[in-house]
């Protein structure tokens, strides 16, 4: 029971700092908000494992730039 009550405060912890983290990229551009949110812990994680190249290519895809995803 005591797990519970810990992981249920963590998720409450996590989900308010996402809100508050967020919130203004949410306001700007809600269809990139999704994108930075799902991108940004992958590009994280390809570029900790030295995958730099599909780090590059998750972050144009995160940020929608086409001049630099067109080369």
Request: charged content about 25%.
């Amino acid at each position: 029971m005591t797990e519970f009550i810990i992981i249920s405060i963590l998720v409450i912890l996590f989900a308010g700092f996402l809100y508050w983290a967020y919130l203004p990229d949410y306001r700007r551009n809600p269809k990139e908000f999704w994108r930075t949110l799902i991108g940004m812990p992958i590009g994280m994680l390809l570029g900790g494992l030295g995958y730099s190249t599909l780090n590059d290519k998750i972050k144009k895809w995160a940020t929608d730039d086409k001049k630099k995803n067109a080369k």
